[in-house]
């Protein structure tokens, strides 16, 4: 099995029963092809390895010291006849040259994809370039995990690779997106924040919260003309953006969330170092010069250091308009209290504003200022028999190929 997985030969056992057609006849299935593996072959012996132990420690005679079946693990002989496959290191990335380019590509994809779950894949990728975090760690954050009142993010040992709680202090770009995040989720909910809720939520996964996001990545490797992205990709991307700032090893260690030796763990863990270190690189994907180092008011040391205490108190129904810079740094219940003046803003918006509005803006901005979804403005268009512009309009307008048109002068009178 180790041969054929290697080789790429290997084939699974045929279905008992061939599946049939809407005819009732056999369908005709092509056969799978399956591509060569051979660190997937690695894994399988590996795995095989653990389980023959387990099943010889389970029926070892202790009196005897002897196991009463299989003698030797079989996996043992055949790594001393054959050694594990040779695995290439993966060096994908995203070039720095043009990083900054993929990034604000990904920021328009947050602001204006058609569905939700692209926006939600590209404010995804965007906080992993930010953070550095693995996909299986960024994918499951919640609510709960984010505390505005300290700036700061504690993803909990039971969803990190090394079982250590990490702590992110969040930089102006990663609050904004954040607060981003925490509108759209307002919007969905009718006004209401679930703290036990995924950040990045996708509706098409079975466990609830996002995966993969393989298609942003496609048109992100389309852009930068590259020849395929993946999903641990960024996180090399991000190490690419550590040695451009001139981070030190043991710093780059510490973002990665890697385990540090006694040096790191018990001398040199300083937090602001990591809160400086955050807001250099979100100031390097903003600003094309080189950021200069520059004081900065830093979370809470208590708040940074509290590992055992990973659960937050809930979040508050807070909200950011993209449009309005200094709502950043409201209070959360100015926040929440803005956010409920916007939705009744919202359910008592004439019809007659909305008709016009339509052709001035597009959808994504008018739902952003009534902390709505682009969805909600949709739906009421079509209710009241309000025209709204072709799917391509608003790209090709900002492309310069057609001009601004005027709202059709038949569409006031509709609503009036």
């Excluded at 953070?131 to 909990?156: M, Q, W």
């Excluded at 307002?186 to 036990?196: N, S, T, W």
Aim: net charge positive.
């Amino acid at each position: 099995m180790f041969k054929a997985i290697t080789n790429g030969t290997f084939k699974p056992p045929p279905p008992a029963a061939q599946p049939l057609n809407a005819k009732g006849k056999p369908r005709n299935i092509k056969p799978r092809k399956y591509a060569r593996a051979p660190s997937t072959a690695n894994h399988v012996m590996i795995h095989l390895h653990a389980i023959i132990e387990f099943i010889r420690e389970k029926f070892r005679d202790d009196i005897r010291g002897r196991y009463l079946i299989l003698g030797y693990n079989p996996v043992d002989a055949m790594r001393r006849l054959r050694k594990p496959n040779p695995v290439r290191c993966r060096k994908g990335r995203i070039p720095t040259d043009r990083l900054r380019a993929a990034w604000q590509a990904l920021k328009r994809m947050g602001r204006e994809a058609r569905s939700r779950v692209e926006r939600c894949a590209a404010d995804w990728n965007r906080f992993r370039l930010l953070t550095g975090t693995r996909a299986s760690e960024s994918s499951k954050t919640r609510f709960s995990y984010v505390d505005f009142a300290n700036n700061l993010i504690i993803l909990p040992g039971s969803i990190t690779k090394n079982g250590q709680p990490l702590p992110i202090p969040m930089s102006a770009q990663l609050r904004e997106l954040m607060l981003h995040r925490l509108a759209v989720h307002v919007a969905e909910h009718g006004g209401q924040a679930l703290p036990d809720d995924w950040v990045f939520p996708s509706p098409r996964s079975a466990s609830g919260h996002i995966t993969e996001s393989r298609k942003t990545l496609k048109s992100i490797a389309t852009l930068v003309a590259f020849p395929q992205l993946q999903g641990h990709d960024l996180r090399r991307t991000f190490v690419d953006v550590c040695n451009e700032l001139g981070f030190e090893e043991l710093l780059r260690k510490r973002l990665l969330n890697h385990k540090l030796a006694v040096l790191g763990a018990n001398y040199d863990n300083n937090p602001r170092l990591v809160v400086n270190a955050l807001r250099r690189i979100g100031e390097w994907y903003e600003s094309p010069e080189a950021v200069e180092e520059m004081p900065l008011t830093a979370p809470d040391d208590a708040a940074l250091c509290t590992h055992d205490d990973v659960t937050p108190e809930a979040v508050q129904a807070v909200a950011l308009v993209a449009s309005e810079p200094p709502a950043a740094t409201m209070a959360p219940a100015a926040l929440a209290a803005a956010t409920t003046d916007r939705l009744r803003a919202w359910r008592e918006l004439d019809p007659r504003k909305l008709a016009w509005d339509v052709w001035e803006r597009p959808t994504l901005e008018i739902a952003k200022a009534y902390h709505v979804s682009d969805v909600a403005v949709g739906k009421r268009c079509k209710v009241l028999g309000i025209p709204k512009p072709p799917p391509t309009y608003w790209n090709k307008v900002h492309a310069g190929k057609i001009p601004k048109q005027a709202a059709p002068r038949w569409t006031l009178p509709l609503a009036a």
